[in-house]
């Protein structure tokens, strides 16, 4: 079998966060299909070298800086290829079609309904998820304000999605609690994810629910609609497999570092790339992650952080 094809792609917005597609010749593979401009890397040259030629001799744009956004491998009939997708962050020039391709502006929200390559699926999940995710730290049932209180508080630092997770709260107050969370987060713009609980999560219209591990392990098929959000806990290459397998929407995965109530030995940022290399989804790393490791964990091919203490205070 050929190695698979390593193509890099760039995710250009202009001023009203519109992103730019192109679309694909006719006569081309997946023809007719609207993509992110890019191309193949030369044998020995640099992802972010191929980025930048390919946007310059696409579309006559010159990148000034981009970081990886996500990276997809995917089996198509006629080869297989990793989609590697940056965001360009800063680019000069004006995008012109210089091989005759059409061009598009087009919404972060209307993204899901364009025609693209299956490939290019876990990008729109990529490009819509935000590159923290808290979760919420184990509080006693009384303490529900508290918890609340400090959902505001995250929400109004600009956190745009939460786990609500107090596994071992009766499920009464646990409604509770994501009623009031719900409010919160709504008023913020920001999605609320249920852990643990699919039933509870769609009775109460949350945008979503975050598996444990060992529940996921429970499903054969993804245990609710595509218009919510499906997160599963993952810690190695089996996990994240299966959680492709029931079409979740993206992982998290860890331990990168130490945590106080965790002793499983820890991945660091090597094997944590290694493993995200092969997830067709966004990946957020977990386990003793600050504010400033982004950076770190978007080198590694990470979606962003996720943390509980990390993300709270
Ligand atoms: N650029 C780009 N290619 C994609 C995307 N999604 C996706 O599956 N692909 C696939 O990745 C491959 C990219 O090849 P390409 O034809 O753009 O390569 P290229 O620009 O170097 O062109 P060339 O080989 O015709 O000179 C194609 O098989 C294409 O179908 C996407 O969003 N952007
Ligand atoms: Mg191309």
Redesign the pocket.
């Known amino acids: 079998m050929p190695a698979s094809?390593h193509?890099?792609?760039g995710v250009l917005r202009d001023a009203g966060g519109r992103v730019l597609l192109?679309r694909?010749p006719p006569g081309?593979?997946?023809a007719g299909?609207w993509?992110?401009?890019?191309?193949?890397c030369d044998v020995g040259e640099a992802p972010v070298d191929a980025l930048a030629r390919?946007l310059r001799e696409?579309l006559g744009v010159v990148v000034e800086s981009a970081r990886p956004l996500i990276a997809v491998p995917?089996r198509?009939p006629?080869?297989d290829?990793l989609?590697d997708?940056w965001q360009v962050s800063a680019w000069t020039g004006v995008p012109h079609p210089h091989e005759g391709q059409a061009l598009a502006w087009v919404e972060q929200v209307a993204l899901a309904q364009v025609a693209?390559?299956?490939?290019?699926r876990p990008?729109i999940a990529a490009l819509d998820l935000p590159d923290r995710y808290l979760i919420t730290p184990a509080m006693a049932p009384e303490a529900l304000e508290e918890l609340l209180a400090g959902i505001e508080r995250a929400c109004r630092r600009g956190m745009r999605l939460v786990q609500l997770r107090q596994p071992h709260w009766p499920r009464a107050r646990l409604a509770e609690a994501a009623r009031g969370a719900r409010g919160i987060c709504r008023a913020h713009g920001a999605r609320l994810l249920l852990n643990g609980d699919v039933q509870l999560a769609m009775v109460l219209g949350l945008d979503g629910a975050h598996l444990p591990a060992r529940v996921a392990a429970e499903l054969i098929q993804r245990p609710l609609p595509a218009d919510r959000w499906l997160g599963v806990s993952c810690h190695d290459a089996a996990e994240l497999l299966h959680a492709v397998r029931i079409g979740a929407d993206f992982a998290t995965l860890s331990p990168i570092f130490p945590t106080p109530d965790h002793e499983a030995p820890t991945l660091g940022w090597e094997r944590f790339a290694d493993l995200v290399a092969h997830a067709p989804m966004p990946v957020y790393a977990l386990g003793g992650m600050e504010g400033e490791d982004i950076d770190a964990a978007w080198m590694a091919g990470a979606q962003g952080i996720a943390a509980i203490r990390g993300l709270w205070t």
């Open positions: 094809v193509v890099v792609a192109a694909r081309k593979h997946l299909l993509e992110f401009p890019g191309g193949k390919e696409e995917h198509y006629e080869q290829i989609l997708v693209m390559p299956a490939a290019d990008v």
